[in-house]
């Protein structure tokens, strides 16, 4: 099983398509595909909008304490876990025997740390930190489900951003903004309210065809038993190759915060993606599109942490105003959390989509930008279609 963030399941189910792999069945927050350890390994490298890569080790219908224990126990444990590692359970549980995940937790790792202690003499360390092997549990209606996490950390957690600043977006959610925005690393993309840089890093890597996992060093599968170092390494430098060969990416990131233009470039710098983006200190309605085609993203204040709303209503419109004096010929994007403000861009939507900022329910809204005014578009190519009678 995949599993990701709310709402990012048409974006990851369009990475494992492109990547070869069908869907077999789609849940709220997890699509299940069929896959081997090295399957696991290829989607902890290249996947972007994901959190987890999980084989599931065993289903089982349960009504009581014991009989989970021992389910769980039955599993061939010391197969899979070396009695010097650390293990981490994490579950959530939503039964009328059990709703408490800290005691779901504990049981778990009772009765895989029990079964390796009797089949090898050790029993491994256990705790929260996801830095060996983790295991996910989930007790829903009378069921349970054991996977064998092969991420550990989440994948959005890219270990780039040193310097978050503020309200950073979640690398995963960024990935799949830009996917939205229909940005593939062959536009130019400008970035006029470029924060800590997260949108600017995560585009030089989708246009560089960057695996995203060469950025960790660590992951849950490493601690597995029979862990093939030799075939990672050779998938690692498989995708470094394929980076190389692609051209520099036309990408412009800037904001009128000088500190935010910084920090954005240290991150970048973490990433190896410095030298893949511009970088400048302007207020946003200074970036102009050097070529029709070119994707616009901006991600505005909500009013709700950093500013209010009051105050921000003449940005958003002068938002609406730079797209359509500046940008005519290019697609605007306007990633908010706040329709409300969003109405003060004063422009009509062609798409909007519907994303989460943690608990935020967000929009992309996606704007056709052209030149003149509707009228004159909708006169012109009213004669356009009489001179082709």
Sequence with gaps: ????????????????????????????????????????????????????????????????????????????????????????????????????????????????????????????????????????????????YVYLNTTGRKLSDRGYRKIPYKAPVQESLAAAVLYASGYDGSQELILPMCGSGTFAIEAALIAQGRAPG???SNYSFMHFNKFDSELWQQMRKEERKNAEKKNKPNIKASDIDPEAVKAAEKNAKTAGADQLIDFSVCDFAKKTPESDGAIILMNPEYGMRMGEKSKLESVYKRIGDYLKQSCPGCTGCIFTGNLELA???????????????????????KYELFSGSMHEREKAKLNAGQEEK
Aim: glycine share 6%; net charge positive.
């Design 343 to 365: 109405k003060k861009i004063g422009l009509r939507t062609s798409r909007r989509i519907v994303f989460y900022n943690a608990d935020v329910e967000c929009r992309l809204l």
């Design 214 to 216: 060469l950025l960790r």
């Design 1 to 144: 099983m995949i599993t990701f963030a709310r709402e990012l399941s048409p974006w990851v189910k369009l990475e494992l398509e492109q990547l070869g792999y069908k869907v077999l069945e789609e849940r709220k927050s997890g699509v299940e595909i069929e896959g081997n350890i090295e399957d696991a390994m290829l989607l902890n490298l290249k996947l972007r909008c994901a959190y987890c890569v999980m084989m599931l080790l065993s289903e089982f219908e349960c009504d009581d304490e014991s009989k989970f224990y021992k389910e769980v126990r039955k599993i061939w444990w010391e197969r899979i876990i070396p009695p010097e590692e650390y293990l981490s359970v994490n579950s959530r549980a939503d039964d009328k025997v059990v709703n408490n995940t800290m005691f779901v937790n504990q049981l778990a790792k009772d009765a895989i740390v029990d079964r390796i202690k009797t089949k090898t003499g050790r029993r491994p360390d256990s705790g929260p930190e996801k830095g060996g092997v983790v295991v996910n549990i989930y007790w829903y209606n009378g069921k349970c």
